[in-house]
């Protein structure tokens, strides 16, 4: 496995592969990997040729500079794991490498038709706009035959479709397929996060109610009666009740649309709770 810090270097690779008729996959990280992340380079490696990671902590997707200071960083950690499941290449620029002084800080928009308007994109402004223009340079470096993303950042996930799709790269990427993985949990139902590493052992404890709330409303939504408005507010107010937990938002939600439904049919919960100061994200379809 070769690490490459570099546009250059990592455009020559590229090329190199794209001459051989090699096929690649990427896997777009911010580093601190765990079997999540490891998940979806497996399958990148088992699909294709060449497999890329990137690990770079995108500081444009921060709104928040404590976050972005506290955000975990290890990349001979990662650099080991990656290796050991058979990752090809390793692009970990610094952000001075990977941006211009004016795109780091711009603050063009991209039209995600309302995606992110809801959830995240409400909580966060400007996320989207920065993970979509990290990855979108990172598919112009790239060339990827596919892309693989979990779907832990469900919204993240529908914001890329829906910038491949419909978007002007559609004629850019035109081949590019990207590759929905399910989320990977710890055996306790807690979903592996790099935030995760920030939690003491006892808030890693207090967090397993979030997952466990989620798989039990799975119960409530099946009860008579039930209705989307309840199951909601019943999740806020068992996460809330639990000391140390605060719900930031709960909302079920259209799996395709990001909009509030009235039916369990074809949704999903999204959860976004504070464990102490560790902001936390997980969701469950329904
Ligand atoms: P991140 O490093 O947090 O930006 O995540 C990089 C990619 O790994 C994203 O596509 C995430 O959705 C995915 N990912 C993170 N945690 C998990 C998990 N527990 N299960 C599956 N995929 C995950």
């Avoid at 995240?120 to 223009?133: S, T, Y």
Wanted: proline share 3%.
């Amino acid at each position: 496995m070769q690490i490459v810090s570099t546009k250059k270097e990592l455009q020559d690779l590229v090329k190199a592969c794209k001459t051989e008729g090699k096929t690649i996959g990427l896997v777009p990280t911010m580093g601190a990997l765990h079997q999540g992340h490891a998940s979806l380079v497996k399958r990148a490696v088992e699909d294709n040729d060449i497999c890329i990671v990137s690990v770079f902590v995108n500081p444009t997707q921060f709104n928040n500079k404590e976050d972005l200071a506290k955000y975990p960083r290890n990349i001979e950690r990662d650099a080991q794991l990656l290796s050991s499941i058979g990752a090809h290449y390793v692009f970990a620029p610094t952000p001075e490498e990977m941006y211009s002084k004016e795109e780091m800080n711009s603050t063009f928009n991209f039209d995600f038709a309302g995606l992110d308007r809801v959830m995240e994109g409400k909580m966060r402004p400007g996320h989207f706009n920065g993970v979509v223009q990290v990855v979108s340079k990172l598919f112009y470096l790239t060339q990827p035959d596919k892309a693989y993303f979990g779907e832990k950042d469900f919204q993240q996930l529908a914001i890329i479709h829906h910038m491949v799709e419909r978007s002007s790269m559609a004629g850019t990427f035109g081949h590019l397929q990207i590759i929905d993985c399910p989320i990977v949990r710890e055996e306790s139902g807690l979903a592996l996060s790099s935030r995760n590493e920030r939690l003491s052992a006892e808030e890693k404890e207090t967090a397993l109610a979030i997952s466990k709330t989620l798989f039990e409303s799975l119960k409530w939504a099946k009860m008579e009666g039930a209705t989307v408005q309840a199951v909601q507010q019943r999740v806020i107010d068992t996460i809330n009740a639990v000391p140390g937990l605060e719900v930031e938002y709960y909302e079920i939600v259209d799996q395709t649309t990001l909009l509030t439904t009235d039916t369990f049919n074809h949704a999903i919960g999204c959860v976004t709770v504070y464990c102490g100061p560790v902001r936390l994200i997980d969701n469950i379809k329904y």
